[in-house]
């Protein structure tokens, strides 16, 4: 079964640094895509970046980078110079077994301090 | 730019009542999706449409069900409000095909059923 791992519940960064938001995947399938999203406390989700298995670069995004390591099966998402406005939910995902599905992780609290 | 609508942002609804949560997008979309997300357990798949009258069950379709009867509107319906049902109710949609399965939401429903 797919299942997607986000072990940081919530997390602090300070203004201007970056961080890392942790994401690791398990599939079988050969081939699969990986998305991440935000979520503000509007409740929008918002599509943020996607890395396809079969790409040999890390996704960027602007500040969004995908830190891609298929053999770890991990996607961790980074986010350079943080800003006030990327307070929020973040969520990684993954293209299920079917190319309908997405299965989601159960999300990371970003909190940005000033 | 894609968009997503939904009927509500807030609706509570008393045990045992039907309710209908409506969802329109603009950018004719083959596929449509109804998730619920609950705190800690991230996204969960409750129903998808791939076609007009077309409907393929997710993970948890139990207590729901939909209907697309044109392209750009899929409705979940509860058909007996339970108090479990309480949640937020997420709907997006995808094009066949392109480069990515990127998903586009719209900005959820609060359902509160006491």
């Known amino acids: 079964a797919q299942k997607i791992t986000q072990t940081q519940p919530g997390m602090f960064v300070q203004e201007k640094e970056a961080v890392t938001l942790d994401c690791t995947y398990d599939?079988?399938?050969?081939?699969?895509?990986l998305f991440w999203y935000k979520q503000p406390s509007s409740g929008e989700m918002i599509f943020l970046i996607y890395?396809?298995?079969?790409?040999?670069q890390n996704a960027t995004e602007g500040r969004y980078s995908l830190n891609f390591q298929k053999a770890r099966k991990s996607a961790n998402l980074v986010i350079s110079a943080s800003q006030l406005g990327d307070s929020a939910m973040y969520f990684c995902?993954?293209?299920?077994?079917?190319?309908?599905?997405?299965?989601f992780g159960s999300g990371t609290r970003l909190l940005v301090r000033p | 730019d894609v968009k997503v609508t939904q009927s509500s942002r807030y609706l509570v609804k008393r045990t045992g009542e039907k309710v209908f949560l409506e969802c329109v997008q603009d950018m004719d979309h083959e596929n449509m999706f109804w998730y619920r997300q609950d705190p800690g357990l991230g996204l969960r798949l409750i129903y998808f449409?791939?076609?007009?009258?077309?409907?393929e069950k997710g993970d948890i379709p139990e207590g729901y069900s939909v209907s697309r009867e044109k392209k750009e509107r899929f409705s979940l319906i509860l058909e007996s409000a339970s108090t479990n049902q309480t949640s937020m109710y997420l709907c997006a949609s995808r094009p066949t095909g392109g480069h990515t399965d990127t998903q586009y939401f719209g900005p959820g429903t609060r359902l509160t059923v006491l």
């Open positions: 995902s993954n293209r299920g077994d079917s190319s309908y599905k997405l299965i």
């Open positions: 599939t079988s399938d050969q081939s699969y895509g």
């Open positions: 890395q396809g298995s079969y790409d040999e």
């Open positions: 449409s791939y076609d007009v009258k077309m409907k």
